[in-house]
């Protein structure tokens, strides 16, 4: 420890070090906070999405970090609600 106390960088680097270290492991908490809540809000905008249409749709989760909101096309095929659009009117 002295050594690095006598490097140059001194008390300043060990700081900033931990200081990095801190942020990180801070960072790396709310990221698997962050993710439950935020596939929870999905998964109940999918259900609502479902209600409101009248359309069959599933929740699919892909991966801890990848899950879609999937109803059936015309044709049979599985397609993710986000490819949809909305036909407007003419006016």
Partial sequence: MDDLLDS?????????GFIVG????VL???A???VP???HY????CHSFGDRTGREVRFVKYTYWQWDCITPSSD????????LW??????
């Fill in 28 to 30: 790396l908490i709310l």
């Fill in 76 to 83: 049979g095929k599985w397609l993710s609600t986000d490819r």
């Fill in 86 to 91: 909305e036909e407007t009117p003419n006016r």
């Fill in 32 to 34: 698997f906070v962050a």
């Fill in 42 to 45: 999905a998964e109940a905008t």
């Fill in 8 to 16: 140059g960088w001194g008390f300043a680097g060990a700081f900033v």
């Fill in 22 to 25: 801190v942020v990180a492991v």
């Fill in 37 to 39: 809540i935020s596939k």
